[in-house]
């Protein structure tokens, strides 16, 4: 071991003992419970009460962001380096596969120059840290040979002193938590090593359910993936029959000169081929990241358009169609193309639920809120309803209760239209009676058009 650099002899992963005071760091002679900057006057010592309450509380912090790795490893890293009042801290998991350490979160600037780093298996002080299972206080990095200094380098920090613990769960390595520099030119004590391994105890509870959780979606999400391939598959064969049926026609009909048979194939193939170029139009829309091309309009004019552009398929189906503008609606700024696509998305959708029943309405509105400068598209039908468990599949991708005849990506792209404009949409349906969705969109002066 590197002179200046101690080590506790503690096991890792043990409950925090307040009061326990044998101390590597005491008896290596450094001052513990000496405080001076951020958080001086709260007393010192293993026993410090106050700590360990604080310690608690940051547990708790954590603990509710099991669902989302990320956000999990942020948190731990911000309360870790908060508990022992450090700079900075950092978070190594433990890749099984390849014996590694990996950062999956780098905070700071050099963030992502830093998550390319991997540290073999004692490799470094948080490698040293994970192979042997216990805590390394470093009290001068600059002295010692082990400290990595890659990841100083990627993140431009200057480490100075710096304690290692590993995370360990029933004996499985979880990974490593360092936090480093002791804020106001202070050392790390005994005291922080005690709670920094309360701290990755906790963390590593907290991590290994996160994991756990990851892997439970990542399959879920396959099992997503197989039926929108079924499903989109589906649909797209019943276009390209009617593209290859309506083709053969023409065929026939060439060499014998049948206009009669060619003018009735002709729409159909033409109707196909719509279909299927808004199909992958759809699918591009939906997996696009996108900012709303801002254009002065007005959401009356909008609706308007899109109920004339549904009357005669409406009519079709004997659904009556009904526009009510709001007079007091003001010209805004807003995707005049992509708002149009949510509203005949929606009107779309309630014609089919309505389609052919008696009394069939759909009833397209629109209502300014001048309080909460705000405006809202409304889409009511009184069709077949919506039973609660399919609402809540809806917004999904590919999700479609209408089999070959349905894409399942309206209300998908739908929504993301809406939130795209930092607005938000609502459902209200009740079986048997009808559907009401409710787009809310902020109204922003025409001037926050985009030039
Ligand atoms: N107004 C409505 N009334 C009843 N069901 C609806 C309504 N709007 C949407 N749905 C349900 O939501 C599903 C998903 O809609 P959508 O994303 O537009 O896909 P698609 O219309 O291609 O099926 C529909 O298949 C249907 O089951
Ligand atoms: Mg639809």
Redesign the pocket.
């Known amino acids: 071991m590197n002179a200046h650099g101690q080590e506790t002899g503690q096991a890792a992963g043990q409950a925090m003992a307040p009061g326990r005071g044998s101390s590597a760091a005491q008896a290596n002679g450094h001052a513990v419970g000496h405080r001076g900057g951020p958080g001086a006057g709260r007393g010192a010592g293993s026993s410090d009460p106050a700590r360990v309450v604080d310690a608690l509380y940051r547990v708790n912090n954590f603990l509710a962001q099991v669902n989302d790795l990320h956000a999990l490893l942020e948190a731990i890293m911000n309360e870790s380096k908060a508990v022992v009042e450090a700079e900075a801290s950092s978070c190594l998991l433990y890749d099984e596969a390849t014996n590694e350490l990996y950062f999956e979160v780098a905070l700071g600037e050099k963030g992502d120059q830093v998550k390319e780093i991997r540290l073999p298996m004692g490799t470094g002080i948080a490698g040293q840290c994970a192979q042997e299972r216990r805590t390394l206080v470093i009290h001068d990095v600059s002295q010692d040979p082990r400290h990595f200094k890659q990841a100083d380098e990627k993140s431009q920090f200057q480490t100075r002193n710096l304690l290692a613990t590993p995370m360990v769960r029933s004996d499985k390595l979880i990974g490593v938590l360092e936090v480093l520099n002791k804020t106001g030119q202070r050392d790390f004590t005994d005291d922080d090593v005690q709670i920094i391994e309360f701290f990755a105890g906790q963390a590593a509870i907290a991590i290994e359910n996160a994991l756990l959780i990851q892997s439970n979606l990542r399959a879920e999400r396959l099992a997503a993936v197989g039926q929108a391939v079924a499903g989109i598959s589906h649909y797209a064969k019943n276009i390209l029959m009617g593209i290859k049926g309506s083709a053969s026609l023409i065929d026939m009909a060439l060499p014998k000169n049948d206009m009669n048979m060619i003018r009735q194939a002709w729409p159909v193939l033409q109707r196909n081929n719509n279909k299927i170029s808004s199909l992958v139009q759809d699918m591009l829309t939906y997996s696009k990241e996108r900012e709303p091309d801002l254009a002065p309009g007005n959401l009356n004019t909008v609706i308007e358009e899109a109920v004339e552009l549904y009357r005669e398929s409406a009519t079709k189906v004997n659904v009556v169609l009904v526009c009510e503008a709001d007079p007091a609606m003001p010209d805004s700024a807003f995707d005049v193309s992509h708002i149009t696509d949510a509203i005949t998305?929606?009107i779309?959708?309630?014609i089919?639920?309505?389609a052919d029943k008696p009394g069939a309405t759909v009833r397209v509105s629109t209502v300014y809120q001048p309080d909460k400068k705000m405006m809202q598209a409304i889409?009511a039908?009184n069709?077949?309803?919506?039973p609660p468990e399919?609402q809540k599949k809806?917004?999904e991708p590919f999700?479609?209760?209408?089999g070959g005849?349905?894409?399942?990506?309206?209300?998908?792209?739908?929504r993301k239209i809406v939130r795209e404009h930092g607005g938000s949409i609502e459902l209200h349906?009740v079986v048997g009676e009808?559907?009401t969705?409710t787009i809310t969109l902020p109204a922003r002066p025409p001037e926050d058009a985009n030039l």
């Open positions: 998305n929606l779309g959708n309630s089919d639920a309505s889409v039908d069709g077949s309803g919506i399919i809806i917004f999700f479609s209760t209408k005849k349905g894409t399942g990506l309206g209300l998908a792209i739908t349906s009808g559907t969705f």
